[in-house]
């Protein structure tokens, strides 16, 4: 069957009154295990590595880590272009928002862009084969962020998400830059369209500077910002009927020289800042805070003599191969979680990761809509809605103090009473009758936590929960599920 | 049993000990190391003091525009459009005119509503506080504030969590301490486990009641480690259980006072006042009220930032008059990572500056008083490219409230590096 044909018929399924109807095919389209499929048995090291690279690792990818081990996956996933992800993209079909343009998005009712941008970036995560481009669009998209909340975000921030988080999170971080810079959404979340010449606006000025590149303690000053922000002036967004798009109008620019950051910068238009991007993505500093970041997102918190090293390895690729992200990424990763010495620290799961690896790890069948998107705004962090630029804390401290929405999570999601989401748990277990508490404890513990609860905690567990299998035994599986999303191991990651 | 046998293996490399429970204890317990353990060691013994309530304005607020320098003609020549006008000037409308304090500043006419406790001495203003720190980043400057120091080396800890893990008031409830919201704030994090929670009204755990409970059974065995973690479970399962006493939906303040705005700060502050009536062990409450970075359009006596100051002021003052008989042992305290510019920008807004202020309220609280000492807005008194200068550190003020308001002399632990000099701002 030929691509078109495929996703005529994918369409026509999706379509279709009962998705579930079409089980077998439909498992296939959206790249679900099969039930009862035995889940291979990996290390604890390359459980957790996978943990990192992917929103929970599926039996497939277990399998290929066992064949191949971890380090040709990683390979294999910095080249995402090469990987078949049909799966994902017919889930994706029914959300227009995600392929329209500004101008035709602005008619739109605001909720309706907003949910259906987050439902598309849940099931990427979810559904994705390409699941390390999905973890560094999430890292890219934190670290420009930009919320729906501000102004005219929420019908600009899709043409951002595309076209520049998602065509460049692992290309090159010069033209990742550059691209978030001319960003109209961008742009307006931080006020430089009101930045002229008569009345300069630092506000993204500074943030570029401070978060987006160098770094507060870089060493820049208050008047290199405002020495920024005047090549930035004129920098602005159409707004003629709903344009939406970046101008630059000259107008509006400030005509005179600049010395930012100790650069000679003669008045040249559009062209002065941009030399200045151009110099901050190639700074060293910039190098450094990026590739610490991608240390702390994927491997370690602990700051300590390693996790430094690492990032300064790491660094020095990205300058090497003149900002190639998946040549920094690949030091940060082979070192960092494939070596026979890894530094893998252990990190606390955001709410997205709850969330995600539940799902995935569950196999669930759903259209990543309001009542996760709900849960996830309980639990702290509702996509494209942080409202400062430094985008939410990669910092397990920050995530531990909340874990009420976390548990009532865990329960509605367990016993199927998310509108829009389906565990088919018997089909998970495999076909186990009677439902015996210890096996179906077993193989759950080892899908969602790829270890074993200690015994002491899986004996209490199963008396506190035992009590509810006698009054209805069918009931057990979602109770213990409920228990093990819920509990502390699944917590961390 | 599927594991694979190299995975106990593993475990028992690790952990250098042979014993099968041992190494399972490690998986279930995975705090790292060099993350925070529940305090063990004894701490101080103390009465119980004030309740606490810290109110963060997140974005760095425009203090001179909050408590305005209306004596200052360098106000008014530095912000032509967003300046208030003087009390007594007859050009400007009367309800746009700054209501006078103590002749030389005045409250934005938005914070009226703080005015009777401004006359029953009950508010006090600290005007050009601010901390040391002058990179005017808004995530340096909060993080120092709320850890409580003046540089990034030192306890990663927050001030507020320093001052409970020095003080042991014999107080066990669950609800010592709350931030209310999404995630605690970093000022309260730390070694005594702190729950975050939205609204107490919604804080049950879901599904039918049967089920809830046997989960709780289930949860109580799962955090039952010694990490935080499990601390912060065991104590979410304490609330759990004192919320269920509580009846937040039936709470209504008294008739005739005023109504507390129908925000999340209204809410928040209403819930603290229910707490504190309940008398569940509430020692310290943190609210975060968002929006104040106004680079753009900041609007004067009308608009954006009148909009902040209507909601700030009128949960401060409903609380006020909700615990008129308890204020003697509450203490609000009111801050903000920095202030801003003293010239307005060209966009109608003001940029990022260094001095700002405090805002106290209480039954023993200095009110009535603008304390700190005023440097000027002249040419030479200011800071930097034109901000107000800091003639009062923050950790100043709150040392003295953790001294006389909380019973804590712990101020060497919990502002470490600091040496208090000032007083008078609380009794």
Redesign the interface.
């Known amino acids: 069957m030929d691509r078109r044909q495929f996703l005529r018929l994918a369409g026509s399924v999706a379509a279709g009154a009962g998705v579930a109807a079409c089980s077998p095919l439909y498992r296939q389209l959206s790249g679900l295990p099969g039930p009862s499929q035995a889940?291979p048995?990996?290390?604890?090291?390359d459980f957790r590595g996978l943990s990192r690279l992917t929103y929970g690792p599926l039996p497939a990818e277990r399998t290929q880590i066992l064949k191949n081990g971890l380090a040709a996956w990683i390979e294999e996933q910095l080249s995402p272009a090469g990987i078949q992800d049909e799966g994902v993209e017919w889930r994706l079909r029914p959300l227009d928002a995600l392929w329209l343009g500004a101008d035709s998005l602005s008619s739109w009712e605001a909720e309706d862009v907003i949910l259906q941008l987050q439902q598309g970036a849940l099931l990427r995560q979810v559904y994705s084969r390409r699941q390390l481009l999905e973890r560094m669009v999430e890292f890219w998209t934190d670290h420009f962020n930009i919320t729906v909340r501000k102004g005219d975000g929420w019908f600009l921030k899709p043409a951002d998400d595309r076209e520049v988080i998602r065509a460049h999170a692992l290309g090159d971080f010069g033209e990742l830059l550059w691209s978030s810079a001319h960003s109209p959404a961008m742009l307006v979340y931080l006020?430089n369209q009101?930045?002229?010449k008569?009345?300069?606006?630092?506000?993204y000025a500074?943030e570029l500077l401070?978060?987006h590149t160098l770094g507060?303690e870089a060493g820049y000053t208050?008047?290199d910002v405002?020495e920024l922000a005047r090549c930035l002036t004129g920098w602005t967004v159409k707004r003629h009927f709903w344009g939406g798009q970046f101008r630059f109008d000259a107008d509006l620019h400030d005509p005179g020289s600049k010395r930012p950051l100790g650069l000679q910068i003669q008045p040249e238009g559009q062209r002065e800042a941009e030399r200045v991007l151009q110099r901050l993505a190639e700074h060293p500093a910039t190098a450094l805070r990026l590739a610490r970041k991608l240390v702390r997102r994927f491997v370690t918190?602990?700051d300590d003599g390693s996790a430094a090293a690492l990032a300064k390895r790491a660094a020095l690729a990205l300058q090497k191969t003149n900002g190639s992200i998946a040549g920094m990424l690949r030091v940060v990763l082979l070192d960092g979680l494939a070596g026979t010495q890894t530094i893998w620290?252990?990190k606390?799961k955001r709410p997205v990761d709850v969330v995600a690896s539940a799902l995935r790890l569950l196999s669930a069948d759903t259209d990543g809509g309001e009542a996760l998107q709900q849960a996830l705004?309980?639990?702290?962090q509702p996509p494209f809605q942080w409202?400062?630029p430094?985008g939410p804390p990669d910092d397990?401290?920050?995530?531990?103090?909340?874990?009420?929405?976390r548990?009532?999570f865990a329960?509605?999601l367990a016993?199927n009473?998310m509108k829009g989401t389906r565990l088919d748990l018997p089909a998970l277990l495999g076909p186990l009758a009677p439902p015996d508490p210890q096996a179906a404890l077993?193989?759950l513990e080892?899908l969602l936590l790829g270890?074993?609860?200690?015994?002491?905690?899986r004996d209490?567990?199963l008396?506190?929960?035992g009590?509810?299998a006698g009054?209805d035994p069918a009931g057990l599986p979602s109770?213990v599920t409920?228990?093990l999303l819920?509990?502390?191991?699944f917590?961390?990651r | 049993m599927r594991f694979a046998a190299e995975r106990r293996d593993f475990f028992q490399v690790l952990c250098q000990c042979p014993q099968h429970k041992q190494a399972a204890h490690y998986a279930r317990s995975s705090w790292p190391a060099w993350m925070p353990r529940l305090a063990f060691e004894p701490a101080r013994r103390g009465v119980r003091g004030d309740v606490l309530v810290v109110v963060f304005l997140r974005g760095a607020a425009d203090a001179l525009n909050i408590v305005v320098p209306h004596g200052e003609p360098t106000y008014y020549t530095n912000r032509p459009t967003l300046a208030i006008p003087r009390p007594d000037d007859r050009k400007a409308s009367e309800n746009s005119r700054a209501v006078d304090l103590e002749g030389f500043f005045g409250l934005h006419p938005a914070m009226a509503p703080l005015l009777p406790a401004w006359q029953e001495g009950h508010l006090a203003v600290v005007h050009a506080c601010g901390a040391p720190d002058d990179s005017r980043s808004h995530f340096k400057a909060m993080e120092l504030m709320e850890r409580g120091l003046a540089d990034l080396g030192g306890p990663a800890s927050g001030w507020i969590n320093r001052h409970l893990a020095s003080l042991d008031t014999g107080n066990s409830s669950p609800l010592r301490a709350i931030g209310f919201g999404e995630a605690a704030p970093r000022s309260l994090r730390g070694v005594i486990p702190v729950s975050a929670l939205r609204s107490i009204a919604e804080f049950h755990l879901g599904g039918e009641p049967e089920i809830a409970g046997m989960l709780k059974g289930g949860l109580a065995a799962l955090y039952s480690g010694d990490d935080l973690l499990a601390g912060i479970g065991r104590e979410t399962l304490r609330i759990l259980e004192t919320v269920e006493q509580l009846d937040p939906q039936g709470y209504r303040p008294e008739s005739g006072l005023p109504a507390y705005p129908a925000s999340d700060f209204g809410a928040a502050l209403r819930q603290v006042a229910m707490l504190v009536r309940a008398d569940v062990g509430l020692e310290v409450a943190a609210i975060d009220l968002g929006g104040w970075d106004t680079h753009f359009a900041q609007g004067a006596s009308d608009g954006l930032m009148a909009g902040l100051l209507a909601d700030l002021a009128g949960g401060l003052s409903a609380l006020h008059a909700d615990l008129a008989g308890s204020l003697n042992r509450l203490t609000v305290v009111v801050m903000t990572e920095f202030g801003r510019r003293v010239q307005e920008n060209a966009s109608l807004g003001t940029d990022h500056g260094h001095g700002s202020l405090m805002l106290l309220l209480g039954g023993s609280v200095e009110g009535g008083r603008v304390h700190g000492s005023w440097p000027g807005l002249s040419q030479g008194q200011l800071f930097g490219p034109g901000d107000l200068a800091v003639t009062t550190d923050y950790r100043e003020v709150l040392a003295e409230v953790c001294r006389k308001r909380l019973n804590n002399p712990a101020v060497d632990q919990i502002f470490p590096g600091f040496a208090p000099g000032r007083a008078g701002f609380v009794r």
């Open positions: 889940w048995s990996i290390s604890l090291a006020d009101a930045n002229l008569e009345a300069p606006n630092e506000n500074r401070e978060l507060v208050q008047q405002m918190e602990q620290g252990p606390m705004q309980a639990m702290g409202p400062t430094d397990s401290p920050f995530w531990s103090t909340n874990l009420l929405p548990w009532n329960i509605a016993r009473e077993d193989t080892e270890v074993p609860l200690g015994p002491a905690e209490s567990l008396a506190a929960l009590e509810g009054q109770l409920a228990g819920a509990s502390p191991a917590q961390w």
